[in-house]
């Protein structure tokens, strides 16, 4: 039978509308992956799926009435058990054919198979394919229960007794073969070939359609609705720089913004509002966060990226004349920019530095005390870092930056926009007349907040921002809140590569294990009032801590383009001072293009499990008196010559030469593995050929473990 192509579409009240964009989604991918396994739908068939305020629809190719019968071969019992010695059915056969719609007939047709243990039969039939209204009120039911739909409503139908649960009440179902209308049933309703299309400013009403492959086109002519969620989506897009350029500016740019409109509108028309200049005094990120999360406006800017007073709206309505919608969305944004201009004004009534004392009142956490608490923690880790960096004034500025750095918390306009936590302090840290790089840490010392956001401006936010991570990581850490596969509610991954990030990118010359050690020290208090909790307080933090770290950092290497051995390479050693990763990493990947690495590597990986099997510790030390074999007094040359350059390559960070200066080892370890016992009878020799392998070990691991590179 010919395929046609189909079209599903479910009409119900508006939806979600941060969720709209993967309804959408997930409905038209179920329902077409139920077609296709239930050999509707051709492996071919393309689905394209449709989402508006009051839809989701999907309209499928190549989609058959009828599926094609399968052949299926059924296991029903050993050979012994179904046939007599005559070769006759045993009544236990006819039973089991029976029930399979068989009879004696088909016993002669019987495949006989032997499964490993005994000859079996096996009974093969076909089974008639399914019609579409079978295999499409399954694949429906299907979709319906894979929407990922956090919360679902009851509702009543119109018999005023039945009840159904779904995200919205439906109110309509259409579903079209080609031409042809497929029965189905669900959530109350029937399936037909009319829908509704836009409240206002549909021309027709209802919408039918007499063929699947209408649709968008006829419910955009007739319904004024533009069923695709990404054509809606550019339409705005779109508009709104249409719009922007004519008011002369540019649009915010908020992809989430732009999916929740789009998930708000059935036909969008982009209007321009403005209010009044003065509200331009408030700090434009308020005004901005205002408009975007309260009116879903698009804020305007200007050339430098300055807010003007203008802002555009995305309109659900055409009217002839827009100046009472225009009007209407000025009357209602002016209180809220009212509102962000009291909280600013009250707020700077009171400085940044009397609010501190407010935040021993505010819990942090039940087990590590009050964010007066914390910031103190938060002051001694930045105070540590800073004489680190033996820079006494930066050690002034940090301490008063990260006292000050949670004050905001307590003003209304972070209680009403916790979004602007940092941001706000800044701007009072500046009313109140302190330093700007003191004003800027406030809030850097967020920074960064995401994945590619930006790092601390300056070295007094960067200090502050590590405190803070590190704060944070010692603590949750010390109290066994330790981020598990699925599960990591205080965003500790965020912290450690934020942490990462700012010790590789700025180059400091801080290392990881102080840096840990010294945020530990800060919990001192903590630790002295809950002495039942210090021993798991300090494994989680010397071991369990720097693990999480540089776990975090492999991670973050292998996603950047390095290797796997490359990155256990480099990683695998610790190296306390991130700055020199992306150079150690460089040194790696051109020693691996050395026709000596391969061998050098294997030699390495063969030491270290020779050395890990020595009971005691071995040191690197040699007796040249107690060199007998040519090779092992080769290979002492060899390292007496070749370590001292290797080392002061190292020592200037040239870790490229450091780890080529080695090639020159190859033979002689080759040599040496060839012709000298290692674990001599006498205990001097051995130990003394011990001792050249761990000198020979630590040469070559220096920059990076180059066993990681053997095959």
Not at 31 to 36: E, F, Q, V
Not at 301 to 327: E, W
Not at 368 to 383: C, D, H, K, M
Request: proline content about 5%.
């Amino acid at each position: 039978m010919t395929a046609k192509n189909l079209l599903v579409e479910l009409f119900v009240e508006e939806l979600p509308p941060k969720a709209l964009k993967k309804l959408g989604e997930v409905f038209a991918q179920t329902l077409t992956a139920s077609l296709k396994n239930a050999g509707l739908a051709a492996s071919t068939a393309a689905v394209t799926a449709y989402a508006s305020p009051r839809r989701l629809a999907a309209h499928v190719t190549e989609v058959a009435a009828v599926a094609a019968d399968k052949p299926v071969v059924q296991k029903l019992m050993p050979v012994a058990v179904g046939l007599d010695a005559a070769g006759n059915a045993t009544p236990a056969l006819l039973k089991k054919l029976a029930a399979l719609g068989a009879d004696a007939s088909c016993v002669p047709n019987l495949r006989r198979e032997n499964d490993g243990k005994a000859d079996v039969l096996f009974y093969e039939s076909l089974a008639k394919g399914a019609t579409l209204a079978e295999g499409l009120q399954k694949a429906l039911e299907a979709a319906l229960a894979a929407l990922p739909i956090p919360k679902v409503m009851s509702y009543q139908l119109q018999d005023g007794w039945s009840s159904v649960n779904f995200v919205r009440p439906a109110h309509g179902l259409v579903a079209l073969h080609g031409s042809d209308v497929v029965p189905l049933a669900i959530l109350g309703l029937n399936s037909g070939r009319e829908t509704h299309g836009h409240r206002f400013e549909a021309t027709v009403d209802p919408v039918v359609f007499a063929h699947a492959d209408e649709y968008a086109a006829k419910l955009a002519s007739d319904g004024a609705v533009i069923a695709s969620f990404a054509e809606r989506r550019a339409e705005i897009a779109r508009q709104l720089a249409a719009a922007a350029a004519q008011a002369g500016g540019k649009p915010i740019d908020d992809d989430a913004l732009l999916d929740e409109v789009t998930a708000l509108v059935e036909r969008p028309n982009v209007l321009v509002g403005q209010f009044e200049e003065e509200f331009l005094a408030v700090p434009q990120e308020c005004l901005i966060l205002t408009m975007k999360a309260n009116q879903k406006y698009f804020p305007l800017l200007d050339a430098a990226g300055k807010l003007t007073n203008k802002f555009l709206v995305v309109s659900n309505i055409s009217p002839a004349d827009a100046s009472a919608v225009i009007g209407g969305n000025e009357r209602v944004v002016r209180p809220r920019l009212a509102d962000a201009k009291f909280f600013f004004d009250q707020d700077r009534k009171k400085s940044l530095e009397s609010r501190v004392i407010g935040l021993s009142k505010v819990v942090y956490h039940n087990k590590l005390g009050t964010q007066g608490e914390r910031t103190q923690r938060v002051a001694a880790i930045a105070r540590a870092i800073a004489h680190e960096l033996r820079d006494v004034e930066l050690t002034h500025k940090v301490d008063q930056a990260a006292l000050l750095s949670k004050a905001d918390l307590l003003t209304d306009m972070v209680g009403e926009f916790p979004e602007l936590q940092g941001i706000m302090g800044r701007y009072y840290a500046l009313h109140d007349g302190l330093r700007p790089d003191v004003a800027n840490a406030i809030e850097d010392h967020y920074k960064p907040r995401f994945a590619g956001d930006s790092l601390p401006r300056d070295l007094v936010g960067t200090v502050v921002a590590l405190a803070d991570k590190l704060e944070t990581l010692v603590g949750m850490f010390g109290i066994g809140q330790i981020p598990t596969g699925d599960r990591d509610p205080f965003a500790l991954r965020r912290h450690a590569l934020g942490t990462i990030r700012m010790l590789a990118e700025g180059n400091l010359d801080l290392p990881v294990d102080r840096l840990i050690h010294s945020a530990s020290q800060a919990f001192n208090d903590w630790i002295a009032s809950h002495p039942e909790a210090a021993l798991d307080f300090g494994f989680h933090t010397t071991r369990t801590l720097p693990d999480f770290i540089y776990d975090r950092l492999a991670g973050s290497l292998r996603e950047q383009g390095y290797t796997a051995q490359e990155v256990d390479a480099v990683v695998s050693q610790r190296p306390q001072r991130l700055g020199d990763i992306p150079k150690r990493l460089a040194a790696v990947r051109a020693f691996s293009a050395l026709p000596e690495a391969a061998a050098l590597a294997a030699a390495n990986k063969r030491v270290g499990n020779i050395l890990k099997k020595v009971e005691d510790s071995v040191d690197a030390w040699v007796d040249a008196a107690l060199l007998k074999e040519a090779a092992e007094v080769a290979l002492h040359a060899a390292l007496v010559e070749v370590v001292p350059q290797a080392d002061a390559a190292f020592d200037t960070g040239d870790y490229a030469e450091s780890l080529q200066a080695l090639a020159a080892l190859r033979a002689p370890v080759d040599a040496f593995f060839d012709g000298v016992m290692v674990n001599a009878d006498d205990p001097a020799l051995r130990s003394n050929r011990l001792g050249l392998l761990a000198k020979l070990h630590a040469a070559m691991n220096k920059v990076a473990d180059i066993s990681k590179l053997s095959a």
